[in-house]
């Protein structure tokens, strides 16, 4: 795996270069997992640089906090700026993105209401996540957490040690990725990425209701997918409908759209990418190409 890598790094308001942006050992989200972050992408779009959703993903940085009783010390205006500054410093036409805002080394007791946040903003170049092609993937052994232990609709660094195992139990069994039911048993989402299943026309993902993360690839395709006249489900899916589905993506951030050609082994439809993936991948890459429309991005 390749390490990311770029020239600076926006700490606590100012900027500091990659290899000394460091913390203590005693860094309390190192020890607990208190930290929350985004992942977002900055396209080299017609109308220039440009990063996907800006307002929305920092929005949800300040509600995954929130939902923590972590105080951020900025505002959202102050937080949308130093992105675009740190891509600007580290003149970057196209990268990905990662907020992070986590406790940090005033204490190691476990309670973290008295311990400071702090935060940054690293940029590097990322290329595609879950690669080009149609993917493999498993129903995990693992279970997405269920409601009321940890809340899937916060980012946090926590929470994604049951993302981790997910993954693991995919990749070590030689599958792409994995999907993860929750404790009920119904069908929530991908270690790190939203589900959409196509079945006779009609386009399902998974309610949030279900345990999932509020992705906001998730909310731009429900978008396209209604402006192109599908029917969409947010409900309940049983995990047989993913056998039988016509056709099945995850969408998120670093993974885009990955179409998915078998879930334990069983193919979905032909066992490549469905043609209702492939009008609704093609529309999206079209808007992250022009950079329009424009109110979808926050410009660099
Ligand atoms: C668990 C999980 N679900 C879904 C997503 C997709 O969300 P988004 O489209 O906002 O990147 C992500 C990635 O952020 C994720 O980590």
């Known amino acids: 795996m390749e390490k990311p890598k770029s020239d600076f790094v926006w700490m606590n ?38 990063v996907f959703k800006l307002k929305e993903h920092v929005k949800r940085f300040f509600e995954s906090a929130k939902i923590y009783r972590m105080e951020i010390p900025y505002s959202k205006e ?15 036409k196209e990268c990905y993105i990662r907020p992070l805002a986590y406790k940090n080394d005033e204490g190691m007791g476990l309670n973290p209401l008295n311990i400071c946040v702090d935060v940054a903003i690293m940029v590097w170049y990322w290329g595609s996540y879950l690669g080009d092609g149609a993917i493999d993937v ?16 916060a980012k946090a660094g926590g929470n994604y040690i049951n993302s981790q ?13 994995a999907i993860m039911l929750n404790t009920n048993g119904f ?12 079945k006779d026309g009609t386009i399902y993902t998974p309610a949030l209701s279900d345990s ?16 192109m006249g599908y029917i969409l489900k947010e409900e309940t899916i049983p995990r047989e409908m993913l056998y039988i589905a016509d056709e099945l993506f995850f969408t998120g951030t670093a993974a885009e759209i990955a179409p998915i050609k078998s879930v334990d082994k069983i193919k ?3 066992g490549k990418t469905g043609p209702v993936t492939q009008k609704i991948k093609d529309k999206f890459l079209s808007i992250l190409k022009t950079g329009e429309p424009k109110e979808w991005f926050g410009f660099v």
């Open 13 to 50: 308001g100012k900027f500091i270069k990659w290899q000394d942006s460091n913390v203590h050992i005693t860094t309390h989200a190192l020890h607990y997992g208190s930290s929350i972050f985004e992942g977002i992408r900055c396209y080299n779009t017609k109308n220039g640089s440009a």
């Open 78 to 92: 102050e937080i949308q700026k130093a992105i675009t500054e740190t891509i600007k410093k580290n003149n970057l």
């Open 138 to 153: 498993k129903v995990s052994s693992w279970n997405r957490m269920a409601p009321n232990t940890f809340p899937a609709l």
């Open 165 to 177: 195992l997910a993954k693991m139990d995919a990749v070590i069994n030689g599958y792409d990725e």
């Open 187 to 198: 069908v929530t989402e991908g270690s790190g990425e939203n589900l959409f299943l196509i």
């Open 212 to 227: 999932v993360l509020k992705g906001i690839t998730r909310a731009s395709v429900m978008c396209i997918a209604k402006e």
């Open 268 to 270: 979905i439809g032909n």
